[in-house]
């Protein structure tokens, strides 16, 4: 069973800076596509960031220049470092993992990151 669990949500004022990092058990980050996805109040959960099992990342274009993900394999962790951060960047983050073999798809519980103005 795929368990994994964000940490490092909170709350920041524009232009500060967050990271989040997900763990993962059950299923193994390096061969698979892991990244991270957010939900805003009363709008549909979107891509923030993705990387593939060869190491290419893709993010939003409303992220790009400002956000990094990036993955530990030994430890088995993807991380999103947040820059210069938006008020409308505020929402909750969700880890995301897609196993390759099945297109199994696997979500966090969900952290909350808050951008005051």
């Known amino acids: 069973q795929v368990q994994l669990v964000e940490s490092g949500g909170g709350l920041v004022q524009a232009g500060g800076s967050l990271r989040l990092s997900c763990a993962g058990s059950?299923?193994?980050?390096?061969?698979?596509?892991v990244g991270w996805y957010r939900q805003a109040p009363g709008q549909q959960r979107e891509l923030v960031a993705l990387i593939t099992s060869t190491e290419s990342p893709n993010y939003a274009d409303s992220v790009k220049g400002r956000f990094t993900i990036s993955r530990d394999n030994a430890k088995n962790t993807v991380d999103l470092q947040m820059n210069s951060l938006k008020p409308e960047d505020t929402g909750v983050y969700y880890c995301?993992?897609?196993?390759?073999?099945?297109?199994?798809?696997?979500w966090g519980q969900g952290t909350q990151v808050t951008v005051s103005s």
């Open positions: 995301y993992a897609k196993r390759r073999t099945t297109s199994l798809v696997s």
């Open positions: 059950g299923i193994i980050f390096s061969v698979n596509t």
